[in-house]
């Protein structure tokens, strides 16, 4: 038999060694004879763009370049299924080009979306009498997938934030000047990464010294009040805020209120960050800097964690073993069994627990006052980013996997 | 005799290593007794606040420590000192600190301005016979400075500029969809750090395609057909693009002339990559992303260029050696002797031949079709950003060296 392997979703720094975890975890069973990748997510299987990832993965070489490659060598997808009982179609479409290449396995890495994706493929198989099994393997750098102690990528972006925002500390205090600098995190929905800045703490820096998170409402006047209050003991205030936060337009002033909103809450064009950068400017006046993380957040693998990619592998493997055992619809999850020293064990759970749920930060780990996170959060973050990847440089730059090149614009 | 260092303007991850470069040579001479550190630049000589650097370095893990820190340890400052021949209050204080720690010798870490307080420091001892000297050590990652080849902290800079920049292409290339992603990099006036962005070609990237510094004219009509030309052979088109360039608001449609410059232009608020996003997103319609390096590109020490760090240091041990024969009102500098195998010589040239002067990327290294730069910024960059240094980490986390806590606000 065969298998198809895809990455969809929110590019990370560890879906391409997930992608390495199935490959190589394959490649060990005599049953499975070609492993192939799928393009762009699930329509490589929609319009039949498959690869044979033997082909490309030849190398103990490229095995290393793919690992420390962020992003997804194979392409990603935003594609959203029809629901299998009404719209069968690109269904048939699917089922279309895995009879024609003997799959008898599909492996989807990716976040909430894609984890629809699984679950909706296993009930049409299901309700066809399909032969074929589908497994989600779980990866966001928003860590807001139920079921799972956390997900693949969020390590590598918790170490990148932790790092960053360590980095940013030292630029912003070299100033006799009060000052404060707001850096901008990703997650729209949860605080996860946001409240992993909080680790810094384990070296000893009291910065941030204010996080915020969309877990809890946002007030701008609770906010200047906080900064304030941090400016009595410390010259240059550093704050953590999610993109996800939402700012409340009836507490602004009138010059927000004027339906000249595109000023000042535009968050599509400049972002929470800038917003309250303005806010600050406007009340406070003291120097001040918003900065967006980014997808630097995302994709800076050379600065990846070592656990991150390490399990992002090994739960890929673990995926491989699942199929063969015939587990169809689940997702593969890590149970934390340990945290000194710490240990997790894989699993898997009916990805119907998963798909189209949200795991929020836990409230209990927001300090009352709503402005910080508790120790719980830097016990939680802290194993997660452990451990730095050799990271192969040429030239003086990172070397990268690249598939092949990009299409031109159809 | 005893002898002072201080640090200016904008962080980098070298200027720390250049600290360590004067302090660790002058240790080496008997005639050398104290090294002091003035906190907060020229600001610490004036209000008496030194440190005894010999009781704040004093293992091989603090030399670690310090070499790996990004931005100043002694803090900085943006002090402009007035002309000595009309307003000397302020030269009578910092000569009056000298004095009272014996002091006569005074390196100035810092940029352009910096290179003025020297310039105006050793003109008032001159003019008033003190036997004090002032030399100048480069820094700037905007590497702006006349006269020297390059300037520390640059090729650290640059390294963080291809590194990220290339995750960046990774991150950007992943779905099917066409799409412009707008990378903003520093040099208000200069277009060296954006230019390096170049140095991906020698690891066989094609992107950045289109490369914009303030050097050349920038026009948004050309800047949107150079766009839609790369879209017909690129699905993600990579620009990027100097905070420094002024767009022509003449150019640009009603939406952007009829007095709501801040909508679009707000330079301050958004910066020119988010105008420039809103501009493909209105003019093109495709997916756009635009992403501001901010600081990171001036801090991120864990990924700091080896050859900068050691060229840093090395520069500051020269600017000792050159104290001791007497030289004063002078700034340091690089000749580069050759690029295969590479290779610098240090020396020395008069500071007012650099303070008040800019040195521009030269024009002949951008394309005719000015949207990209020669190989031959290829070849000048490369060089600087090669080596990685050896980061110790505690916790997941790079370690840093904090000199003191912050100060609170007066």
């Known amino acids: 038999m065969n298998i198809v392997v895809a990455q969809s979703g929110g590019p990370t720094c560890a879906i391409n060694a ?9 490649t060990k069973y005599d049953e499975i004879e070609t492993i192939y990748g799928s393009v762009n997510g699930i329509e490589g299987l929609i319009s ?15 095995v290393e370049l793919i690992r420390q490659t962020p992003s997804t060598v194979l392409g990603s997808c935003r594609y959203k299924l029809p629901d299998p009982t009404k719209d069968i179609k690109v269904y048939e479409d699917i089922v279309s080009t895995m009879r024609a290449h ?63 925002t360590q980095e940013i500390i030292r630029d912003s205090s070299v100033y006799s000047v009060p000052s404060v600098t707001i850096i901008e995190i990703m997650g729209r929905d949860t ?18 010294h204010l996080i915020y998170l969309p877990e809890k409402p946002f007030s701008t006047k609770k906010f200047l009040d906080d900064v304030r209050e941090v400016q009595k003991t410390h010259r240059a205030v550093i704050v953590a805020v999610s993109e996800g936060i939402e700012l ?24 929470i960050g800038k917003a309250l950068e303005k806010l600050v400017t406007k009340e406070i006046g003291c120097k001040v800097r918003s900065i967006e993380l980014n997808v630097m957040q995302r994709c800076s693998s050379h600065l990846s964690s070592k656990r991150d990619i390490s399990e992002a592998e090994r739960i890929g493997g673990s995926a491989v073993k699942a199929a063969l055992k015939g587990i169809s619809g689940e997702m593969m999850v890590f149970y934390r069994v340990a945290n000194h020293p710490y240990n ?18 836990p409230t209990e780990w927001i300090t009352e006052s709503g402005n910080n996170v508790t120790d719980e959060a830097v016990e939680y973050c802290l194993p997660l980013i452990q451990g730095e990847q050799n990271i ?6 990172p070397q990268h996997y690249v598939l092949q090149q990009e299409l031109p614009h159809k």
């Open 18 to 26: 997930s992608l390495l975890g199935v490959f190589r975890h394959a």
């Open 392 to 397: 192969r440089y040429k030239n003086g730059i």
């Open 191 to 208: 605080g996860w990464l946001t409240a992993s800045s909080a680790v810094l703490r384990a070296n000893g820096e009291t910065a941030p």
């Open 48 to 62: 039949n763009n498959l690869v044979n990832l033997s082909e490309i993965i030849c190398t103990d070489d490229d």
């Open 102 to 164: 003997d799959i008898h396995a599909f492996f989807y890495i990716g976040g909430n979306d894609s984890m629809d994706t699984v679950m909706k493929l296993d009930r049409y198989f299901k309700l066809n009498g399909i032969d074929i099994v589908a497994i989600g393997i779980p990866k966001t750098i928003d860590n807001d997938l139920p079921e799972t102690d956390h997900t693949p990528g969020f390590g590598s972006a918790a170490k990148y934030v932790a790092t960053t």
């Open 248 to 271: 409340d337009m009836a507490e602004l002033g009138e010059e927000f209120q004027s339906g000249k909103t595109d000023n000042f809450g535009h968050k599509y064009l400049a972002g």
């Open 344 to 361: 997790v064990r894989i699993d898997h759970v009916s990805v119907s627990l998963v798909a189209n749920h949200v795991k929020y930060f």
